[in-house]
Every structure is written in structure tokens, then in C-alpha cells.
């Protein structure tokens, strides 16, 4: 927060600051259930205070989830993902996106709870296939040079792969024993021992 709430006064928060608050209302209760009064009553905030900072509900919706995917695709634009053996870009790839996963921990656990139930959920899905396909193609071409075992299916490998990433919201937690390097390097281990081909 910028500013500690004092009392008879109201919070002010950054856009950035509301936007972690709701994410965490959004988890808790749902988006579904989740209104503005609960918003509003999250953040110290009077509705009229939040709709100053965005146009409603769907707009912070669209705010977080827009988030954790912008940072996805940031990851696909890396050059250890546009360099290099394919098999060293699909590594960076699935390495960075846990790195995404565990630094927008909220964000990204938003994300994968949408289910299409709104225009802000199905273009973020869309985006969402988007990057699989990417994936999928990235596994396509370190098969293609021989990197990857060939007798799996690209679109399955990358299900597994970020099936392993997604995974880590479940358990994961900040103040927890790992920090984001020990869990890249030990999903990138256990993914790309048996991945690699020898």
C-alpha cells in the first residue's frame, strides 16, 4: 500500500495496489461472487473510490488476467527462448514460465481458474490456447532436430509440461522452504530427463 490507512481517512492505493487486493477477493470467494460493495470493503475503498480507479468488476477482471498472460507471452520473446538449439528454448520456456508462475503466484492462479463463463474469460482462454500452440510448436521443432523423443505427441508434451508448471499453485507458497530457482531447476529436472533424447 502507499499509504497507511489512518483512521477517518480513507486507503489510497496505487492501481497496482487495488488490482493484488481484488485478485485476492477474486480467489477467495470466486469472481461470480465477488461484488463491488466486497471489493469496495477489501480495500477501505467506497465503490465510488474503486469505479475511480477502473470501470467495474469485469475491468479488473480483465486487468489481472491480462497479467499473468501478458507475462507468458514476455517469456516467448526472451532470447533464450527465440535462440538457440530448440530444445535449450523449450528448457528456457518452461524454466521462466515457472519463474512467471511463482513471482504472479495470484495472478496466474486466477488464470487458471477462469472457465469461459465471461467475453473477459474467453479471451484469456483464447490466449491461453494461443501459448500451448506456441509450445506445441517449439516441442514439434526439438523433435524435428532430434532433441526431443519423437514418439510422443507435441500437444501432449506440452499439456504435461505446463500441467507440472500449473501444478505448483497448489502447494506453492512464498514464505515457504523454496524459493522460484529451486522450483524451476527441479520441474525443468524432472521434466527433461525423460524428455531429452540421448
Same mark, same amino acid.
Given at each position: ?7 477517518? &481517512? ?6 497496482? #495496489? $487495488? @488490482?493484488?487486493? +481484488? ?5 477467495? *470467494? !470466486? ?63 518452461? &524454466? ?6 511463482? #513471482? $504472479? @503466484?495470484?495472478? +496466474? ?5 477462469? *472457465? !469461459? ?72 529436472? $524432472? ?8
Amino acid at each position: 500500500m502507499s499509504e497507511r490507512r489512518q483512521p477517518g &481517512r480513507p486507503a489510497r492505493f496505487t492501481r497496482d #495496489e $487495488l @488490482l493484488d487486493v +481484488v485478485v485476492g477477493e477474486f480467489i477467495a *470467494r !470466486g469472481y461470480d461472487a465477488t461484488s463491488m460493495e466486497d471489493i469496495a470493503r477489501a480495500t477501505g475503498m467506497t465503490k465510488s473510490a474503486v469505479y475511480h480507479h477502473v470501470a467495474g468488476k469485469e475491468a479488473l477482471l480483465a486487468l489481472a488476467l491480462a497479467r499473468a498472460v501478458d507475462a507468458l507471452f514476455a517469456v516467448l520473446k526472451e532470447p533464450g527462448a527465440t535462440t538457440g538449439a530448440p530444445v535449450d528454448r523449450l528448457e528456457h520456456v518452461v &524454466r521462466r514460465g515457472t519463474h512467471v508462475l511463482v #513471482e $504472479l @503466484l495470484p495472478y +496466474v492462479t486466477l488464470l487458471l481458474r477462469v *472457465r !469461459g463463463n465471461t467475453a473477459v474469460e474467453r479471451a484469456a482462454l483464447d490466449r491461453r490456447r494461443d501459448f500451448d500452440h506456441r509450445l506445441a510448436r517449439l516441442v514439434q521443432d526439438a523433435i524435428d532436430a532430434g532433441q526431443v523423443r519423437a514418439d510422443l505427441d507435441p500437444r501432449l508434451v506440452t499439456r504435461l509440461l505446463f500441467g507440472t508448471v500449473n501444478s505448483v499453485s497448489e502447494w506453492y507458497r512464498p514464505a515457504g522452504a523454496h524459493d522460484a530457482d529451486e522450483v524451476a531447476d527441479a520441474v525443468v529436472a $524432472l521434466s527433461f530427463d525423460g524428455l531429452r533424447r540421448h
